[in-house]
């Protein structure tokens, strides 16, 4: 396990230096390309000869709070971290970036991309229907992103080549194939893995090149399938479910894993690698797309009709990794999230599953983390019993 956290160490440490890079790239003439979602191809940016940065942080209170004097609070705190960590200063990326791409999925995105507006940055918007069965749905996604090619092309004053993009494709299906290596050994007795390392892991290859993250992930894997189990044996097996674990949301996971939980899998829609996709490397490089990530990948939850799948998906990771428990994970003020997760609770009542829903608006502040903790143990000690 030690050579393991090296090389998660190495990582980290490789993400951080990321906005460095970044700035010292643009400074010699690159251009700067910072989005936010899936649904912005971020090997079309790469392809492009431009630096990509993922806008993914959250965990931070004041971040949130920053964006209270532009607009209602009633933001989830990830969407209003997307503003309020550059209003706060914190977001060096941002504020050098030749343009800003932010899908449009959801209200609460909508509302923090109208504040960067208000401040002047270049914005550009990637319209993503909810009504993702309709066909008209497919063919709006699939324009939206012709489009965006040709605004990436506009940034950097030159063509984007589709074989550029197509390697592009053939590395991130090689990452993702290297993590669903990784996860599958998750559903072991006892996983080689916590599930803390797991999606710091997705993070730092989300920041890293993909050449980079390959070498890492490949490595990894030859130390993780004959290591030990990262976890006290006979824990509780618990899955993580909601919209996003954000870079730096890190407290409650690791409070449930600190308290004897064992996190085997997750269901999460944002901030995390869709490693279970894989993107064809032939054809149309926009059809491709839309059809791994839009078409075929598992819905999130704004998405409509998606509920009665997205609960059938659940019930099959609890069956395939074998989970005592589910945590819903909950950004506070995510309206859609809060309503579907109230199905979701009498479908697990009924089903025989414990659930805990935990709320957050990133205030682990001392006061609240007590009882946060006390729930958490709580919960786990009833697993256990």
């Not at 630096?51 to 989830?76: H, S, V, W």
């Not at 890492?216 to 899955?239: I, M, Q, W």
């Not at 409650?252 to 996709?277: K, Q």
Request: charge should be negative.
């Amino acid at each position: 396990m030690k050579d393991v956290q090296l090389i998660l160490g190495e990582l980290g440490k490789k993400a951080n230096a990321r906005t460095r890079e970044i700035m010292i790239a643009k400074r010699n003439g690159k251009k700067v390309v910072e989005y936010f979602g899936d649904f912005v191809p971020e090997q079309w940016i790469w392809a492009a000869g431009a630096e990509p940065y993922l806008i993914c942080k959250g965990g931070d209170p004041q971040a949130p709070e920053a964006t209270q004097q532009y607009m209602l609070r009633f933001m989830n705190p990830l969407s209003s971290s997307l503003a309020g960590n550059y209003l706060r200063g914190m977001d060096q990326v941002m504020e050098n970036a030749d343009t800003i791409v932010v899908q449009q999925h959801d209200g609460h995105y909508g509302r923090a991309t109208e504040i960067l507006e208000f401040k002047g940055l270049q914005v550009y918007k990637v319209g993503v229907p909810a009504d993702y069965t309709s066909g008209i749905s497919g063919g709006y996604y699939r324009n939206e992103l012709k489009e965006l090619r040709a605004h990436l092309e506009s940034v950097v004053g030159a063509p984007i080549n589709d074989d550029e993009i197509r390697k592009n494709y053939e590395k991130t299906n090689k990452i993702n194939a290297l993590l669903r290596r990784i996860n599958e050994m998750r559903k072991r007795e006892n996983p080689p893995i916590t599930f803390g390392d797991f999606i710091r892991l997705n993070h730092y290859t989300l920041r890293l090149d993909y050449d980079t993250s390959i070498e890492a992930l490949e490595r990894l894997c030859e130390l993780l399938e004959n290591a030990e189990g990262a976890y006290k044996s006979g824990s509780p097996r618990v899955l993580i479910m909601g919209r996003a674990v954000a870079e730096g949301d890190y407290s409650v996971p690791d409070l449930v894993e600190n308290s004897g939980g064992m996190i085997v899998t997750e269901f999460l829609d944002e901030c995390i690698r869709p490693y279970n996709c894989s993107i064809d490397t032939q054809g149309d490089v926009t059809e491709a797309y839309a059809k791994a990530i839009y078409d075929e990948k598992m819905p999130p939850c704004i998405f409509q009709p998606s509920w009665e799948k997205r609960y059938e998906h659940l019930l099959e990771l609890a069956k395939d990794y074998k989970v005592d428990g589910i945590i819903l994970y909950q950004l506070a003020f995510d309206e859609i999230y809060d309503m579907e997760f109230a199905t979701v609770q009498k479908h697990l009542d009924e089903a025989g599953i414990p659930a805990l829903k935990l709320e957050s608006s990133y205030e682990y502040q001392r006061e609240s983390m007590g009882p946060l903790t006390t729930r958490i143990e709580s919960y786990i000690e009833s697993l256990r019993r």
